[in-house]
């Protein structure tokens, strides 16, 4: 075998299920890849090498008795805000830098059922705070197409952990767009599931009503493995969803001639012009592939976004985050007084964007300001979901730019926060409403990579899944790999 980093879980696991390799050797090459590649790509806050090898050992035990699933001796990697017990779990933060989880998350525990093997924790901005992983109170993720630009955010180190053959999947987190604009950035696959259908038990919390986990995959194919994994209700979160998950492979086909696919204006407003033109190509492709498009899609609410997003996040996340003060979780300050202990642990223990956006927060939720900013913001919300509701009535699907630009150098917008929340306009829209999205590659500027974003109704994951895999298998782009070594 010549490069078993190269492999997708899909090709992988038909070698480990015809024993023309193992899960150990399959282990070793990954890690060997890691220690090749890492010190430019800087993706991983923690490599977990002894775990990786015994749970390799125990899914080659698995397989010999005949017990394989799509998942079992597959080398993965989990976002470091997600539990997985007796590892480090940092959110990329000094606040949790030394922090033990003593609990599985629910997907890391689903995941360690089906036998994938962790190979370690992924970088990001601090608490998911961020669209470039420069908020990483650590370092930066550099993207492994150019190293001198981001690999998006929040979860940059998972999307270039899978762009540079570090790991076959890694799952990351979602709130405003954290898993398909890096996906978009890094030219790998990265969904955002419908609201409840994934557990967010042992997820470390932002903003509890935009949150949710998701797979990062080099294809379609492999992205509905690991959905079909993780999906399903979990008692342990309040906001699961009872209901049967649907057999997700049976949707990977090629033929979409009929659907109606809905190209909404809004999202094409102040994007770079390349990012225009591999759009059109895209759009013009799916036509080819017998879709039915409609241009004249106007969801108007869509402007009011991202106003109503840096409302609804920073006040969830300023309550979510009142927790570390020093007493229970992490970093603790030393100090004359309980009260100044308190504030030097927040003032040493969280970085600027954390702080800017848990005073925020504590604004729009004050007295005298929240029907001002708050209730308002909720009110929106409740016509951004209605406006969607609305369009999914006439389309199967609607289709986006992930983001309007390509990736972007470092330092380039760090110093204007609004202009690095605009990275996130067009994916926002879909947490607010709880419904699910998915980026897919689509072609490069200047050797750099651009996504498209297909936007669906609540669960209707399974017909993303079908309109990305018939227009992966027609493009080829996700075949491409960064060329970091």
Request: proline share 6%; with cysteine; charged share 20%.
């Amino acid at each position: 075998m010549n490069d078993l980093t190269a492999l997708t879980i899909h090709e992988a696991h038909g070698l480990l299920k015809q024993k023309q390799v193992s899960s150990l050797e399959l282990t070793k090459a990954h890690l060997a890849r890691i220690a090749a590649v890492e010190p430019k790509v800087q993706s991983f806050v923690s490599v977990t090498e002894e775990i990786a090898l015994q749970q390799a050992k125990d899914a080659d035990g698995r397989i010999a008795r005949g017990d394989i699933g799509p998942l079992t001796g597959i080398p993965m990697q989990l976002k470091d805000n997600l539990a997985v017990s007796g590892t480090r779990t940092t959110c990329s933060s000094k606040m949790l830098e030394r922090f033990i989880a003593p609990y599985d998350s629910t997907v890391a525990k689903r995941l360690k059922a089906a036998g994938a093997v962790l190979l370690g924790k992924g970088n990001m901005d601090e608490f998911a705070m961020g669209s470039s992983t420069e908020n990483s109170a650590f370092f930066p993720t550099r993207n492994p197409w150019a190293l001198d630009r981001v690999p998006g955010g929040s979860s940059g180190g998972p999307a270039a952990a899978v762009a540079a053959s570090e790991c076959l999947f890694s799952l990351g987190s979602d709130t405003g767009g954290s898993i398909r604009q890096p996906a978009s950035f890094c030219n790998v696959v990265g969904l955002k599931p419908t609201y409840g259908l994934v557990s967010r038990y042992g997820l470390v919390a932002f903003a509890s009503s935009l949150d949710q986990i998701g797979p990062f995959t080099k294809d379609i194919r492999d992205c509905a493995a690991v959905l079909q994994a993780i999906a399903g209700h979990d008692p342990l979160d309040s906001t699961s969803v009872n209901r049967p998950v649907p057999e997700y492979s049976t949707a990977l086909r090629t033929d979409i001639k009929g659907m109606r696919i809905g190209v909404p204006k809004e999202y094409f407003n102040g994007i770079d012009a390349d990012v225009s033109d591999v759009m059109k190509r895209a759009l013009a492709q799916l036509a080819q592939l017998g879709a039915v498009i409609d241009y004249n899609v106007s969801l108007p609410s869509t402007p009011y976004a991202l106003a109503v997003y840096y409302i609804l996040a920073p006040s969830e996340a300023s309550s979510n985050l009142a927790r570390y003060d020093g007493v229970k979780y992490g970093f603790s300050a030393e100090a004359d007084t309980m009260w100044h202990a308190m504030e030097q642990t927040r003032q040493q223990g969280f970085g600027p964007e954390v702080k800017r956006r848990i005073m925020l927060g504590a604004y729009a939720l004050s007295a005298g300001y929240y029907d001002a900013y708050y209730l308002k913001a909720q009110k929106v919300r409740t016509l951004i979901r209605r406006e969607f509701d609305e369009a999914f009535a006439k389309y199967d699907a609607l289709v986006t730019p992930t983001s309007p630009t390509p990736p972007f150098r470092f330092g380039e917008k760090v110093a204007d926060p609004v202009k690095m929340y605009l990275s996130d306009v067009d994916t926002i829209p879909v947490n607010i409403a709880g419904i699910a999205g998915i980026s897919v590659p689509a072609g490069f500027i200047e050797g750099l990579p651009v996504g498209i974003q297909l936007i669906g109704p609540a669960f209707s994951e399974a017909t993303l899944f079908r309109i990305a895999h018939a227009y992966q298998e027609t493009t080829g782009w996700h075949k491409l790999r960064a060329p970091v070594n």
